[in-house]
């Protein structure tokens, strides 16, 4: 059990409510983290979302029902000390029952200069399972853009993209203009900047539920494409934690006491392991948001992945 007391003019814990997100490439081992069972292709299971397009519904205390973009523009003081004016991260999981798209992210110049959004996006995945051809798809091959547009205009997307190869329990980090995609088989835990952003180099010609070949964005991937970016993939053990330029994961076991003695919020996801709290059923692939100076304590062991912005 999880028991929880305010300490601060009413402030309190966050649990979220997960958004289940249906993709051309999904698949359903999202069910058993609480996907949306209606979804026959689940590719993704939001657990903190608070951005213009997506925002996670708070299902416990004086909060809830409301959703957590509102409540971070409306009393950010509670939050710490933040730097940003909107919610600056988005976790959840991914299951790539196929390929993804080949694709690009922005950087925080780009998207405040063409977007008009305050971030980019760089991202994570610490692998909970696999891909199933233990690569994913990381970096180019070739060294400029010239030879990227060559390959493009001949249609030889392999002669572009690079490979990386990874395994489960493995961390990678993706840089802003780094050109990657998961393949298939790959389930991860995501953690990202929240601008979710993409633009599409290639999408293997599928077709969405229309009949319709998803937009690519050419043009504009080309623009923040780093041909001299790539990622490496990492060994993350319990009780490692990572330090990225615009936040930091941990991966731990919880039980017992747990203060949160930082100056600004965490975020907090269930990768195992089930409690309650206010009648509300936290389990796997559930994520709560603990104040700074905040502290809960838990009866069963959780192993979790705690997230912070800097």
């Known amino acids: 059990m999880l028991n929880f007391e305010s300490s601060w003019r009413g402030r309190q814990l966050l649990i979220l409510k997960g958004i289940s997100v249906p993709t051309v490439w999904g698949g359903q081992k999202l069910y058993s983290y609480g ?12 657990t903190v979302a608070a951005n213009d397009g997506l925002s996670s519904i708070i299902l416990n205390g004086k909060y809830k029902g409301d959703n957590l973009r509102n409540i971070y523009k409306s009393f950010p003081e509670i939050f710490g000390k933040s730097r940003y004016t909107e919610f600056p991260l988005l976790i959840g999981f991914v299951d790539a029952k196929e390929d993804l798209s080949l694709q690009v992210h922005p950087d925080n110049e780009y998207c405040r200069k063409y977007e008009g959004k305050e971030i980019g996006k760089c991202e994570s995945w610490i692998f909970l399972d696999q891909p199933a051809n233990k690569y994913i798809y990381n970096g180019c091959k070739v060294k ?36 990657h995609a998961l393949t298939s088989g790959s389930f991860v835990y995501e953690i990202q900047q929240s601008t979710n952003i993409t633009y599409r180099f290639y999408d293997y010609d599928r077709i969405d539920s229309l009949g319709n070949k998803r937009p690519l964005q050419l043009n504009k991937a080309l623009d923040v494409l780093d041909v001299m970016k790539r990622s490496e993939a990492t060994d993350l053990k319990l009780g ?29 996801t269930l990768l195992e392991g089930r409690t309650t709290f206010e009648g509300v059923d936290l389990h796997k692939g559930m994520s709560f948001i603990l104040f700074m100076g905040e502290e809960v304590a838990i009866e069963n062991k959780l192993k979790c992945v705690i997230a912070s912005v800097k």
């Open 144 to 179: 400029t853009k010239e030879a990227v547009q060559k390959n493009i205009d001949n249609t030889a997307w392999n002669n572009i993209i690079d490979t990386l190869s990874v395994e489960k329990d493995q961390y990678v980090y993706v840089e802003a203009g780094t050109l």
């Open 240 to 268: 490692e934690t990572k330090e990225e330029p615009y936040y930091s994961i941990k991966l731990c076991e919880l039980q017992g006491q747990f203060k949160n003695d930082t100056d600004i919020f965490i975020c907090v």
């Open 35 to 46: 996907g949306d069972k209606n979804i026959t292709q689940l590719g993704q299971l939001y």
